[in-house]
């Protein structure tokens, strides 16, 4: 099969690759394996071509550029291969740079453009054949006609300088490109030791131990930095890589991720970018009202479809699918296409490569760790990303992930979500510890609330909080004055029953406890900005108001429960006046007896 997919061309080689990534896509272990050759061991073309190449391109001999270059190349790709180099010492250096060069196959452009028109004419042909929804010659000229691109290198030295000075850190590692040597067909850039990624997925545990260059690589942390890197592009910057399979990835011996292979970037508006994030909260959090929206305004689904049948459908995926089934991207996407095909369900061509992207990405992690839950760890980042940003887009989403179209306030939502996001605060899953960073920023969110909570027309939302205010005062004096608490951590189902419930039949008193709770440790991790907010609460006409109704509504609530907390301070005021009157009348009595010793001495 291999075979067949070199002899095919370049285009078709690219679509091998992606294939290979997807292990979870029905296709035999051992067709993968075969598959995944296609992205770094592809047959290599004649040395002495390439080295004629380069002293062409860069218009001078080798020898006059490097001090040494590789005889053999060390890896073959579709598009090229590369060789290892040293450059000749420059700027009083005493050792030349070590490099690596990418060179283009010779006569590669008539190819690949036979071979995007070839895909194209075929993906057309399909498309009137079988009548599929999808627009699969948009999706192609997404997918394959962007190899067009990749064959001019100053394009991929272009793009490597910008993925680097976006996402280089002490995490991710892009190689530094030397524009002086790259050209047309021609790529230099600083060479990196590290292990292929792809070597590192097929090692057993047992394997990588006993290896000196693996031995102290943890897999897990690795590709928890790779999904974080992936969506720092993909909702944050907007630039991403494209093609991130195996082959395109490394690991150095510091445990640095390293990107490589630049030519498929992708570019993604600050719209689309807010879209996508949007389409994951709801995903995550199976709002099919909200998620069916999403599906209309991006084009996954016509306008002339049935609104309230798109969300029967997506109702019932939700419904059965088990908390344990795993979640990814394309794998949620299949099932939808497959249960959704009578709306004519389909992929936009502007989010082709942003589907790749995350297919590669997925793929990879599968590889590696097919326990890893790439939507799962992906979503805390996302929390922190919308409490980050104070947008007013950012704020609209955390609006509507909290507040229901009826106004009322999703509690368990609200505690899911502070405590998924804190875990990325402080690297920890306790319940009840916070960053002070977290703390700033859910104090902020809280700040931005309550200036739209003021507003006239969120009257009812400002009852609905006054109501549900009064039930969890009430609980609370309840917990204090009996001495008891019931509240546990809760399994992922027990959540989502009482999330339903709590919007069907009434706000549980438990639920707004634990949101209070967490409040409470959020204020101790970073006091400051929460007293400001005190301040501007108490200093605003609106929020004076709301506070002295919050007061009125807790006495009509439990006016028996406000005279027993009466009585129950008292008390405990009582006893706290008669333990410290008897600790001073003792420190006397013992004052007393020492004076009376000490006297008795002297005299």
């Known amino acids: ?8 061309g370049p285009a078709f080689v690219k679509a091998g690759q992606a294939l290979a990534t997807r292990p979870d896509a029905g296709f035999p272990p051992e067709v993968c394996t075969e598959l995944a050759k296609l992205q770094d061991r592809m047959p ?25 270059l590789s005889d053999l190349p060390v890896a073959a790709a579709s598009l090229g291969q590369v060789y290892r180099g040293r450059l000749k010492p420059i700027d009083g250096e005493k050792i030349g740079r070590e490099v690596a060069v990418k060179v283009q196959r010779p006569g590669l452009a008539p190819i690949v453009e036979l071979d995007v028109h070839v895909l194209r004419t075929v993906a057309a042909l399909i498309q009137q054949a079988f009548n ?33 000075d976006l996402y280089r850190s002490e995490f991710v590692c892009v190689p530094h490109i030397i524009p002086t040597l790259c050209s047309e067909k021609v790529l230099t850039m600083e060479w990196v030791d590290g292990v292929p990624l792809s070597e590192l997925a097929q090692l057993t545990e047992e394997e990588r131990e006993n290896n000196r260059d693996t031995s102290h690589l943890d897999p897990t942390p690795i590709i928890e930095r790779g999904v974080i890197c992936s969506l720092e592009q993909l ?12 082959g395109n990835l490394m690991v150095t011996r510091l445990g640095q991720l390293v990107y490589l292979d630049f030519g498929m970037m992708g570019e993604l508006d600050a719209q689309s970018r807010f879209d996508m994030l949007q389409l994951l909260v709801n995903f995550v959090n199976k709002d099919p009202v909200a ?14 479809a049935s609104m309230s049948r798109v969300q029967e459908e997506l109702l019932k995926v939700f419904e059965t699918s088990s908390p344990s089934q795993r979640l990814d991207f ?18 936009p061509p502007r989010f082709a490569l942003v589907i790749r992207a995350l297919g590669a990405l997925e793929g990879t992690v599968i590889k590696i760790d097919p326990s890893f839950k790439v939507v799962a760890r992906a979503y805390p980042h996302v929390l922190g990303q919308l409490l980050r940003d104070r947008s007013p887009e950012m704020r609209n989403i955390l609006g509507s992930l909290l507040v229901d179209p009826t106004g009322q306030i999703r509690w368990e939502r609200l505690e ?31 700040s931005d609330a309550l200036h739209v909570l003021y507003l006239p027309e969120n009257g009812k939302m400002r009852r609905t909080l006054l109501k549900d205010g009064a039930v969890a005062i009430d609980h609370i004096i309840d917990e204090l004055l009996t001495g008891q608490t019931n509240r546990r951590k809760k399994t992922h189902t027990e959540e989502e029953s009482q999330e339903k419930s709590s919007t069907t039949t009434g706000v549980s008193p438990n639920v707004i406890g634990g949101v209070v709770g967490k409040l409470s440790s959020l204020i101790g991790a970073a006091p400051g900005p929460w007293a400001r907010v005190a301040v501007e609460t108490v200093h605003s006409k609106e929020g004076t108001k709301f506070c002295s109704q919050l007061v009125q509504s807790v006495s009509e609530k439990s006016s028996w429960r406000s005279v027993q907390w009466g009585i129950y301070a008292a008390g405990n005021l009582l006893n706290k006046e008669q333990r410290s009157w008897k600790t001073s009348q003792l420190k006397t009595t013992q004052q007393d007896d020492s004076n009376n010793t000490q006297s008795k001495y002297t005299k």
């Open 416 to 446: 899911r979500m502070i405590r998924a996001a804190s875990s990325t605060s402080t690297g920890k899953q306790e319940d009840d510890e916070f960053s002070p960073d977290f703390s700033v920023n859910i104090a902020a969110v809280l």
């Open 330 to 347: 394309q794998g949620v996407l299949l099932e939808l296409s497959d249960v959704m095909q009578d709306f004519r369900f389909k992929i």
């Open 291 to 304: 998620l069916s929206v999403d599906f209309f305004n991006l084009g996954f689904v016509p306008p002339e």
């Open 1 to 8: 099969m291999r075979e067949t997919f070199i002899r095919l």
């Open 235 to 246: 909702l944050e910057r907007g630039f991403f890589h494209g093609d991130p399979h195996p």
């Open 44 to 68: 290599p073309f004649s040395s002495i071509e390439a080295h004629e190449l380069i002293a062409s391109e860069l218009k001078a001999p080798v020898s006059d550029i490097f001090v040494e």
């Open 132 to 164: 599929i929804n999808s627009d699969i010659v948009g999706v192609t000229d997404q997918l394959v006609g962007r190899i067009l691109e990749e064959i001019d290198y100053r394009n991929e030295a272009k793009f490597a300088k910008r993925f680097g």
